[in-house]
């Protein structure tokens, strides 16, 4: 049975969307243009692979077995077909990256103003999700994660800088009026503001000292998730309302400033620098070789 690849790849669009207006945007195709493409394919197929609503799309049993085998497929093709890349002067096309909240904050604006203007004909698309995915099924080229959150079986190498640190912090006047901790206990008595994982997972507070840890799971008048409320936390400890517990590279400013006063800082805890994983594929789309190559060389 010949299928139509064009269709194929806009039933697979669709559904990764999760709508029609969605994968119109994404791909620049019109959403009547994609409707009656998934209609042809289901046609042929003489299956319904989407269920349809008027406010969401999602794929049917039959669809979401379609998906598992058409998704690497298409890679494949895309992947097969950009080997022209390397006829040109310069690798083009779409770059896909999936990549946490605190990333796409701290690590990629420079790495992303470096590389797109050593590859202009590239254009570079981030997703931005703090939970874990699988970079292939959602439509991505390649994430970028911290080592314990890696998917296995993929290629993974150091991005960014190598060692970074939990900061913790509150306002001049919090401190005033609330005192200073001396200890990562005494943090249970303090007004501290929490962050969520996409997923439901609440971390715990952890701090270290010459071979000492210490995990704190306290308490507060404010609970985000960060992929969607990162500044909201970050100016309602600026406000006084608490302790902070993040990422040094995004309170630095702040504590430079003189808006956030450090604590505890001889006990904050080290962890290494996120990494940039991908498929082990033996014919990279041009885009992705490109970054790689350059993140290898250290110039990113």
């Known amino acids: 049975m010949a299928m139509d690849f064009n269709d194929l790849a806009a039933f697979l669009a669709v559904a990764r969307a999760g709508g029609f207006r969605d994968a119109a945007r994404a791909g620049g195709i019109s959403a009547s243009g994609l409707s009656a493409a998934v209609g042809r394919l289901e046609a042929k197929l003489g299956v319904r692979l989407l269920h349809r609503t008027t ?32 006829f040109r002067d310069k690798p083009a096309g779409t770059l896909k990256l999936n990549v946490p909240a605190g990333v796409a904050r701290v690590v990629l604006p420079s790495i992303l103003s470096a590389f797109l203007k050593a590859y202009p004909d590239i254009r570079v698309e981030v997703v931005v999700e703090d939970s874990f995915v699988d970079v292939l099924s959602a439509g991505c080229d390649a994430g970028i994660r911290y080592d314990e959150r890696l998917e296995q079986d993929m290629i993974a190498i150091p991005i960014g800088a190598r060692r970074q640190r939990f900061a913790t912090a509150a306002a001049p006047g919090y401190l005033a009026a609330r005192g200073r901790p001396e200890h990562p206990s005494e943090l249970l008595s303090h007004a501290c503001l929490r962050a969520q994982f996409a997923g439901g997972a609440l971390p715990i507070w952890e701090f270290e000292r010459d071979g000492e840890v210490v995990r704190v799971d306290p308490s507060g008048p404010l609970l985000v998730k960060p992929a969607a409320a990162m500044d909201l936390i970050i100016g309602s400890a ?38 940039l994983y991908y498929p082990g594929r033996r014919n990279l789309p041009a885009p992705l070789r490109a970054f790689v190559d350059l993140v290898k060389e250290g110039a990113l």
């Open 55 to 86: 406010r969401s799309v999602a794929p049917t049993e039959a669809g979401a077995r379609l998906i598992e085998r058409l998704a690497p497929a298409l890679s494949d093709v895309e992947a097969a077909l950009d080997v022209l890349n390397r």
């Open 238 to 275: 600026i406000d006084g309302l608490g302790v902070i517990h993040f990422y040094e590279d995004l309170l630095r400013p702040h504590l430079d400033q003189g808006s956030l006063e450090a604590v505890l800082e001889p006990w904050w805890q080290h962890f290494s620098g996120p990494f």
